[in-house]
């Protein structure tokens, strides 16, 4: 069985879990939680820039566990991903202004089949992990996921509006991926 996978990606507090959430459960499949979340809860908010390589080593061997269990199971074949390496690379290049190689080289030899681009209209939700609450980072980390997405060769939609009108528009994507 091959499994699709669909990632969502986008800057902070911007909805990408609650619809990985909703859309697993609209389409019977699992979704793969961002590492990120886990990894920073449990060793703090402060880190480094070799913390960004363990986390993405990490966020790649849930992803790989999640499809597994698709496969064995041989249920959906649709992987919702919250986070991928395109979210690594921006992560160490926003903040370290350098990039980890086996970032760069997983974001080349990964393939994914769609990406849902969450755009920063929805209101700020504070959270203790998240690091830039105001407009002006917002918009710029949404036009630098944006730009990656223009420059590579899967197919992408961008998500916006209200949380109704971003379920909508993710189903309509997945459901256009899946007729193909």
């Given at each position: 069985m091959t499994v699709k996978k669909i990632v969502v990606i986008g800057p902070e507090s911007t909805g990408k879990s609650s619809l990985c959430a909703k859309l697993a459960e609209h389409f019977d499949s699992i979704?793969?939680?961002?590492?990120?979340?886990?990894?920073?809860?449990?060793?703090?908010?402060?880190?480094?820039?070799s913390d960004?390589?363990?986390?993405?080593?990490?966020?790649?061997?849930?992803?790989?566990?999640f499809t597994n269990e698709l496969i064995n199971k041989q249920?959906?074949?649709?992987?919702?991903?919250?986070?991928?390496?395109?979210?690594?690379?921006?992560?160490?290049?926003?903040?370290?202004?350098?990039?980890?190689?086996?970032?760069?080289?997983?974001?080349?030899?990964r393939k994914y089949?769609?990406?849902?681009?969450?755009?920063?209209?929805?209101?700020?939700v504070q959270d203790d992990l998240r690091e830039y609450p105001e407009d002006g980072p917002r918009q710029e980390l949404f036009q630098i996921y944006k730009d990656l997405l223009i420059n590579q060769n899967v197919p992408w939609v961008t998500?916006?509006?209200t949380f109704e009108e971003r379920e909508h528009t993710a189903i309509e994507a997945v459901s256009k991926l899946l007729d193909q």
């Open positions: 979704w793969c939680p961002e590492f990120a979340r886990e990894y920073l809860t449990v060793n703090g908010k402060s880190y480094q820039y960004l390589l363990t986390i993405a080593q990490e966020q790649l061997k849930l992803e790989d566990s249920e959906s074949p649709l992987l919702f991903i919250d986070t991928d390496m395109y979210v690594m690379k921006v992560w160490c290049e926003y903040v370290f202004h350098q990039c980890h190689h086996f970032i760069l080289e997983q974001i080349c030899e089949d769609l990406y849902l681009l969450c755009d920063v209209d929805l209101p700020w998500i916006s509006g």
